[in-house]
């Protein structure tokens, strides 16, 4: 417990907490609107974002920001007025921003500090900056579902009905698109590029086994995932690994517990 005592590892804690917050209500309109394959895209696409910041001398955070956003607007326009395939507007845009960073990263004087942080996550070199941005981000979110959860709720899980209820359906759908954006950068130094569509998504589809509640998937999914990221963190200390890592693997352990445990009352129902 002495390291309960450490600010760095307080740091963390709080930084878990309110990144399990912006998941766990951004991943449920990421399931219920079967948008992880985007958010892996826009997730990839904001290599390119931390390379140009590199290469700038500037915080890669807020080029990968701007990447990310242009990136969900992109394929949001492009499936919508273009008639291109949505699939194919992200395998373009996840492409391109994975070979706009290495070439920005291998063009950088030097060797490009922290780069492993942000491709596997590392909570605990989290700073009161960082805190900030994501306590901002998960304030806004909280504020927007407590006043248009029901629009967010249509336009996710019915698009057609949303438009015949006469909802801004567009409005919402870049909306969401710019959150999740912003949500997936705010959130690669938790568990980094390479693994943050799990915690996107594992949560959600776990509590979607018990439920289909949006309101009880979204808090649901938020403790879950700080549950995952408390423990992740623990075992990252211990072992001397990147934390997202870990936190990845509890969740999927998590994940697939609920699945068996499901199983047998279904099976014990029957009998």
Known sequence: ??????????????GSLLTAIACGIVGT???????AFISGGITHASFGG??????????????AMLFSVLSAFGV???????????????????SLGMALGVIFIFLTPGYAPNL???LF?????????????VGTLALTLILLFALFRREIVYTAFDRDFALTQGLPVRLIEYGMMLFIALTIVLSIRLVGIMLLMSLLTLPQITLNIFTSDFRKIVW????????????????SYLFNVPSGAF???????????????????SRSRKD
């Not at 309109?29 to 948008?35: D, G, K, Q, Y």
């Not at 949001?76 to 996840?94: C, L, V, Y």
Request: charged residues 10%.
């Open 220 to 235: 649901g999914s938020t403790a879950l995932g700080f549950a995952g990221c408390v423990t992740g963190l623990l075992l």
């Open 121 to 133: 996550g590392n909570i605990l070199t989290i700073a009161t900056s960082d805190i900030l941005l």
């Open 29 to 35: 309109c990421i399931v219920a609107r079967r948008l």
């Open 50 to 63: 931390l390379g140009l910041g590199f290469y700038l001398g500037v915080n890669p955070v807020w080029t």
């Open 247 to 265: 936190i990845i693997l509890v969740l999927v352990v998590v994940f697939l517990t609920a699945k068996t445990v499901k199983h047998f009352l």
């Open 1 to 14: 417990m002495e390291i309960l005592h450490y600010t760095f590892f307080q740091h963390a804690l709080i």
């Open 116 to 118: 492993s942080a942000y």
């Open 76 to 94: 949001e326009w492009a499936s919508k007025t273009q008639n291109i395939r949505e699939d194919s507007a992200i395998a373009g845009i996840w």
